[in-house]
């Protein structure tokens, strides 16, 4: 009996349970469509749980993280000044009076009243994304430029009684020229301490986002974290020499019990 109790108790020795955990990459998004402005903040949720609980895991596995809140910046115009000009301007043009391929040119007139009118969105708008203690910004910074032309004609008169004198025409052109600073916003944050304990504690992260300034959408917010999965204990083989070694022992405590 006693050689037995020994013999597992060298097993128990020398027999090592080398536990291990394994990385395992995760990640949770959230598609949004919040509109904030200047001053206006959101606070914001990510709930890792059921997640984690598909992989047979708990929030306590959770090691470390990476936040991603995107945006977008859409040009907001203002109307930054507008002016109107008087064109005037003639044309020969070809008429179907024609003989032996000999065609009449006669000379138009054009008026043309322009309404120039000038958009503009100076306003690098900021977010400000915060989880635990860190924080970060992003501007959208991207420069556009670009016009628009539209116009009708308001009126036509033959200069005199004949076609073939020509016609004056009037026109109303309206031209808008557009300029602004807008696009993507994008805030990455390494979650730390004070974030991770956060989510750690029952697997929801909390963040707020904040308009610094101007105005944009708030459109994902995506996390991707990893857990560690604890691997199977590993037996380590106890060495052939270690086990004679208990066999002798326990041989020589039964002989010394026999003797007693």
């Known amino acids: ?21 394994a990385a395992m990459p995760l990640s949770s998004a959230l598609s949004l469509d919040q509109y904030l402005t200047t001053g206006q903040s959101r606070n914001l949720q990510i709930d890792v749980n ?45 008429t ?12 138009d007139n054009f008026h043309v009243k322009q309404f120039n009118t000038n958009y503009s969105d100076s ?18 910074e991207d420069h556009n430029a670009f016009n628009s032309d539209s116009g009708k004609i308001e009126d036509t008169k033959k200069k005199t009684g004949s076609e073939n004198g020509g016609y004056n025409r009037w026109y109303n052109q309206f031209i808008s020229h ?22 750690l504690v029952d697997g929801i992260l909390n963040l ?8 944009f959408n708030v459109t994902d917010v995506r996390l991707d974290f990893e857990a560690q999965e604890a691997v199977p204990p590993a037996q380590v083989p106890v060495p052939t020499s270690l086990l004679l070694t208990g066999l002798g022992l326990a041989a020589l405590a039964t002989t010394r019990r026999r003797k007693a």
């Open 208 to 215: 707020s986002v904040n308009s610094v300034l101007g105005q």
């Open 50 to 94: 059921s997640l984690l609980a598909g992989k047979g895991l708990a929030s306590s596995s959770i090691s470390s993280g990476v936040l991603t809140v995107s945006g977008f910046s859409s040009a907001d115009f203002d109307i930054t000044g507008s002016s109107v000009t008087n064109v005037n301007y003639s044309e020969d043009r070809v």
């Open 178 to 199: 557009y300029d602004s600073l807008s696009g993507d916003l994008v805030v990455q944050l390494n979650l730390d301490s004070l974030a991770l304990n956060d989510l």
């Open 1 to 21: 009996m006693v050689s037995k109790k020994f013999l597992v108790g060298i097993a128990a020795l020398f027999c090592a349970a080398s536990v291990q955990a």
């Open 96 to 107: 179907t009076d024609c003989n032996k391929g000999q065609c009449k040119v006669v000379n």
């Open 123 to 140: 306003i690098a708008d900021q977010m400000k994304v915060t989880a635990g203690g860190a924080s970060g910004t992003d501007s959208a």
